[in-house]
């Protein structure tokens, strides 16, 4: 099927999409229990990505230039690489479905994702009513399953031509490894432990709203998380008791008019906890939250109360490591020129962000923070649908999913040349 037929179909699957929205959102609500507001933004996300690389079906562009020969003809096009293994994580299950679904198959390949353990149900429906909007039986196939049980196998699999993976660095390096033995192309979009730089000459309000959507939103299981917080010594007292404050009115629950719901299970809510305690014990403190909800309206969910912590050491655990939970550190820097050099110093580099009025430190983060995104004066989010997304380090193995980029991750280019043989002309 030519791309541009492709393209009809996948916009067909997104108005299919579009029409059960509602549905959607009420699956991707109670497997992960964000608010059905939320999830509905974020099966509309999901629907804007489909329409992009559904676009991209009349845009699938080659190259041609000039040969060096006489009479010859150069040029390349995209090939499909064949069978596209997706494998992704649950913390917003809708976007991270369609970020990978629509790109493989506008690409002309066919698709196995291996859906979270955690979000089973939004995979499945997906798949479901993209075959019910006329996807060809098997150009899309969702599998279920525990990470070595399931994913394991879909990495190693002798028919799978690329594997795309969206998940913890742990499981990306083990995957990279696997891919490595048999030089399968692979695409890793791994963790980050992202930082937010408060300037003595940001607008303090702003910079705490910012804050808190970076750090809170999804109770914290973005990849794109803002959990390293870098304050100007000159603020860092003002901002540190409106930030708390600011932290202490969040809503915690799963209700439309709550800030953020639970995280997605209870091992990962211990592991947080445990986090904190043992970042306690090394010297840090924690100047709200760092507990688990007991009251009657939360006992029954993993809530993590919003934890801001003071005083860790740049090099402690919880400095270095991604929880992926609604927890932040404090660190209180000099300047400019320490403010910068904390923020590189990571094992990551997926996103960045400065809060500033000064057009000179704006730019000059911009350009110089070790980060795949740089944000001047917002918060630490990931790339718009039609945009590069990915990170340095070990936030992943150098692709760019989603935006044009993401059509070298699932497609191969061919050079081809033609040679006119003027004898027979
Ligand atoms: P995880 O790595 O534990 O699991 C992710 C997926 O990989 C799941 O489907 C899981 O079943 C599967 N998996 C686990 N072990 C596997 C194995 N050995 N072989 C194949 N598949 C395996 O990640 P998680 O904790 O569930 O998700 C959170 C992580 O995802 C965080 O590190 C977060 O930063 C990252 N993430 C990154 C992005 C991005 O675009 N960079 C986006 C969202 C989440
Ligand atoms: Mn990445």
Redesign the pocket.
Known sequence: MPAVQRGLVLHRVCNALEARQQELAEIVAKETGKSPKEAFGEAGGAIALGRFFAGEGQRLYGRTTTSGAPDKYAMTVRQPCGVAGLIIAANTPIANTAWKVFPALICGNTAVLKAAEDTPATSWLFAKIAHEAGLPPGLLNVIQGYGTECGAPLVEHALVDVVSFTGSTKVGKWIGEMCGKTLKKVS???GGKNPLIVCDDADLDEAVKWVCLSAFSNAGQRCAAGSRIIVFDQVYDRFRDRLVAAARALKVGPADGDDFGPVINERQLNTMLAAVDKAAKDGARVLTGGERLTDPAHAKGCYLAPTVIENAAPEADISRHELFGPIACLYRVGGYEAALALANDSLYG?TACIHTTSIDRGIDFAHKVRS?VAVVNAGTFGSEPHMPF??LRQ??NGSREPGTEALDVYSELKDIYIQVRPKKL
């Open positions: 890793l979009e791994l997926l795949g990915g990170g936030s992943g």
